[in-house]
């Protein structure tokens, strides 16, 4: 999906770094470590400034949070800023001005003193027991439930997860059985579309097909209990497909971004 906002970590490889190198910390790996197998991974090239941008910021603003920030790292961010790099997919666009202001906070927070070194939690796993194919329930914070489509599971290290496909309804109370069966998936408001990072524009149709899947780590036995209900009524699951990685605490700011569910 790359850049969807000029947020630091409004972009998919951004967040990915943050994702992986908390879990490496919290998994027990040394920030030396951690930060390796970043940059092996994501190798910040000469020959794309602006890639190696969105690398290094992220990283080091990600050790920076946890107290771990290598000065090299610092350097390698706050030359980004300084030479252009950061800022320069954003010229001549609607974000420029938020993402210069963006930048001049990443780079103060940088170059200012760290918090103490802290360990993130461990991901706790997922506990789910809905089949492939089965309508979930979802009430959200308003009080208004949407419905899920249970698409199957996937795992890392951090555990099992459900792939949910978003159905495109939102009310105080469920449909029929029939429509619950022939109700289309969830696209993007207007809003949200018109947010999009210009370079989006050429893959625009294939980007927002993807946005009702979503890979919902973190979730809990007790959020289980609370917010999801399944129906044990079952649908076709569709053809697989990208999906976006979201964290159940994050969940409802997503459907509110997204779909203007709130």
Same mark, same amino acid.
């Not at 991974?41 to 946890?66: C, F, G, I, M, Q």
């Given at each position: &999906? ?42 910040? *090239? ?21 107290? *771990? ?80 489509? !249970?698409?199957?599971?996937? !795992? ?29 998936? !969830? ?23 993807? &946005? ?51």
């Amino acid at each position: &999906m790359g850049a969807w906002g000029p947020a630091i970590f409004s972009d998919d490889t951004a967040s990915d770094i943050r994702e992986e190198y908390r879990a490496a910390i919290a998994n027990g790996a040394s920030a030396e470590a951690a930060r390796e197998k970043i940059l092996a991974s994501y190798t910040p *090239r000469a020959d794309d400034p602006n890639y190696a941008a969105v690398v290094w910021l992220a990283l080091a603003l990600t050790e920076w949070n946890l107290g *771990r920030l290598e000065d090299r790292v610092r350097d390698a961010a706050v030359q980004t800023i300084d030479s252009g790099a950061a800022l320069a997919p954003w010229l001549g666009t609607t974000s420029e001005k938020p993402r210069r202001i963006v930048l001049a906070k990443a780079r103060e927070t940088l170059l200012g003193p760290p918090p103490a070194a802290k360990t993130p939690r461990r991901e706790t796993e997922s506990v789910i027991d809905w089949q492939k194919g089965e309508l979930v329930v979802y009430k959200l914070k308003s009080g208004d439930n949407i419905v899920l489509h !249970a698409q199957g599971l996937s !795992a890392d290290q951090g555990g099992p997860y459900t792939l949910f496909e978003c159905l495109d309804w939102r009310g105080p109370d469920l449909p029929n059985d029939d429509a619950l069966q022939s109700l289309p998936y !969830a696209r993007p408001t207007p809003s949200y579309i018109s947010s999009l990072h210009p370079n989006f524009l050429p893959h625009l149709d294939d980007h927002l097909a993807h &946005m009702s899947r979503i890979n919902l780590v973190g979730l809990k036995p007790r959020a289980l209990k609370a917010r999801f209900r399944p129906l044990r009524q079952l649908r076709p699951p569709v053809v697989d497909r990208h999906n976006n990685v979201q964290h159940a605490a994050h969940f409802d700011l997503y459907l509110e971004r997204v779909f203007g569910w709130s």
